[in-house]
């Protein structure tokens, strides 16, 4: 009888100790899933910074492109008030030579 108490007593020891056991493995479970909830919302919060990130950069991006339009266009703007300045300073000197060369004739009595 002693033997049977002494072998119930080592499964009950041995059942307390399996019940132990699992209670720390449930507690380690339930840290490592408060664990990886705690990443998963530090993981959204950098992709939330990453996509406000984007947004910025597209803005900025938009910008320097309405930059560069108008940077292109006052430049044709420029390009063209010069060539209208040269034009008009072409027509300027053909008529001043015309006016020379008249004037030229009309002192050589010709």
Request: proline content about 0%.
């Amino acid at each position: 009888m002693d033997k049977e108490i002494l072998e119930y007593q080592k499964i009950k020891e041995n059942l307390d100790q399996a019940k132990e056991n699992l209670k720390k493995l449930e507690d380690l479970k339930e840290s490592e899933i408060s664990e990886i909830k705690r990443n998963k919302e530090i993981i959204d919060q950098k992709n939330q910074q990453i996509n406000l990130l984007y947004k910025e950069i597209e803005v900025l991006y938009n910008k320097n492109k309405e930059h560069e339009h108008t940077i292109a266009d006052t430049a044709d703007k420029r390009w063209r008030a010069q060539n209208q300045v040269t034009n008009y300073e072409k027509q300027k000197d053909a008529q001043a030579m015309l006016i020379a060369e008249n004037y030229i004739k009309k002192e050589l009595g010709e």
